[in-house]
């Protein structure tokens, strides 16, 4: 397939939510614009093929023409997706790629295990003792007879880990949003998500029959104004992230709470990142600002810090049980493995008994942090162990994911639609088992690419 380009219609611009625009919001058009969806004609991305499926290009088509592309980038070495890991998820780790001649051991600056427990040996064990004692699989959906002692276990860890009253696991964290917000709202209601929002908030909230509002990232003062445009909708739900994932910041939670709480809604805070990560006991960002009680609906994921798959929401019991019973993602899935709850529980057991992890965590992400601002990157204005490195461009994207991928550093790398234009970034993220020696040889590679890539100067700042 030509890489050939088709023009963006104002809708494709971004896979981002357009606000709802306020008359006295005289910035968001600005800001809105401010995307350049000429940039992405430079070079291919996957708004090329959503594009030309809304210009009427079959399916079958554009599955061809797609597959031709990723085959064409692939026998170049240019597409880096699907590399395939032959250890543990952990600061280090051997990975294979096809169109490598050997397999490499890297560094890894691309995984989610904050707290580098995938690995440690009473996990591992937990696991283990769960697949004798219950099997490996489920069976059967959590309503119905998916549901093992171990199960309830967690939930009850899940459940004052986030100082609430009950706990549900979902199997995944995706499921958990998408059946939370669509057994919560319906027709008449409201939701209000963030502008960067996880997609599964999005899809939970397009799946119901609510209105669905779109607030500017972080901003309460809007938030306000599209509650109040609102206030006839039935039931109001609130969705925010604890820390957002592309770009390690924390919301602005006191101000979002005093809102949410002055217009009556539900607040719903995603606890996906910063679970395990901040907060005195690794509780998350509800319990870093103090506000764990204004908070109506915990979630989170058991797939980062606490080193398995899965999903968990905490909240009043009568809230709790209600989405057990509401929400289809559960009712119409195959309830989590018992393994995988065995591993999350013994995670939960060594985030209490280890907080030195969660210290070493924040010191591996200060360092970092702060280097790479010193080389003179562009990165984000709060420290956290999800560290973006705003590259701007596809092309440059593609040459420093492969300049890395080439010394041994694994990164991911975010691509435009996931993002607007011109801020297309690699994604860092740091475990506590990061040694310095690792960091500073990852750090190293990272200049040099930056200098290749037209990014920093080679002086330095
Ligand atoms: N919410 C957020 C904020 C996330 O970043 C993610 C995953 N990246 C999820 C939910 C989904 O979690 P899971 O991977 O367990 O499906």
């Known amino acids: 397939m030509s890489t050939a380009t088709y023009p963006l219609s104002k809708s494709e611009e971004t896979w981002l939510p357009e606000f709802e625009t ?96 995938t690995n440690h040996p009473r996990v ?15 069976g059967s959906a959590p309503l119905l007879v998916g549901t093992f002692p171990i199960t309830r276990r967690l939930e009850s860890q899940l459940a004052d880990l986030k100082h609430s009253e009950e706990a549900c696991v979902f199997a995944s964290g995706y499921q958990t949003n998408v059946g939370v917000i669509s057994s919560l709202v319906r027709k008449n209601d409201l939701v209000v998500v963030d502008q960067l929002g996880h997609a599964s908030m999005w899809d939970g909230a397009n799946m119901s029959d609510a209105k669905v509002r779109a607030f500017k990232h972080n901003d309460p003062e809007h938030l306000d104004r599209v509650l109040t445009r609102n206030h006839q909708s039935g039931t109001k739900l609130v969705c925010v992230e604890g820390l957002y994932s592309m770009d390690g910041d924390m919301p602005r939670l006191r101000e979002i709470c005093k809102v949410t709480r002055r217009h009556g809604a539900l607040l719903l805070l995603d606890e996906a990142h910063s679970t395990g990560v901040l907060g005195a006991n690794g509780g998350g960002t509800a319990e870093h600002f103090g506000v764990e009680d204004q908070i109506d609906l915990h979630v989170g994921t058991l797939s980062k810090s606490l080193a398995s798959c899965g999903g968990f929401v905490t909240g009043d019991s009568d809230l709790v049980n209600y989405i057990r019973y509401f929400a289809r993602s559960a009712m119409f899935s195959a309830a989590p493995s018992p393994m995988v709850m065995a591993a999350a529980s013994a995670a939960i057991e060594i985030l209490h008994s280890e907080p030195s992890r969660r210290k070493r965590l924040w010191e591996n992400s200060h360092f970092m942090h702060s280097e790479l601002e010193r080389l003179g990157f562009q990165t984000s204005n709060q420290v956290s162990p999800i560290i973006p490195i705003i590259v701007g461009t596809m092309r440059g994207l593609r040459q420093m ?61």
Request: proline share 3%; net charge negative.
């Open 124 to 138: 591992v064990k937990a696991a283990q003792q769960a697949a004798e004692q219950y099997g490996t699989g489920s």
């Open 22 to 117: 306020c008359e006295d919001d005289t910035t968001l058009e600005l800001e809105t614009s401010a995307f350049q969806p000429q940039e992405a004609n430079n070079d291919f991305s996957l708004a090329d093929i959503m594009r030309a499926r809304d210009q009427g290009m079959g399916v079958r088509q554009a599955a061809r023409e797609f597959q031709g592309v990723v085959k064409q980038l692939e026998s170049q070495g240019l597409n880096l997706y699907r590399r395939t890991l032959l250890d543990p998820s952990d600061a280090e780790a051997r990975v294979y790629y096809p169109s490598d001649s050997h397999c490499r051991e890297m560094i890894m600056l691309a995984s989610n295990n904050y707290l580098g427990l």
């Open 401 to 461: 994911t492969l300049e890395l991928h080439e010394n041994n550093i694994c990164v991911n790398s975010v691509p435009y639609p996931v993002v607007p234009h011109g801020s297309e970034r690699l994604r860092i993220s740091l475990t506590a088992n990061h040694t310095r020696e690792q960091l500073i040889r990852a750090i190293e590679a990272i200049r040099l690419a930056g200098i290749h890539a037209g990014l920093i100067s080679a002086k330095g700042r």
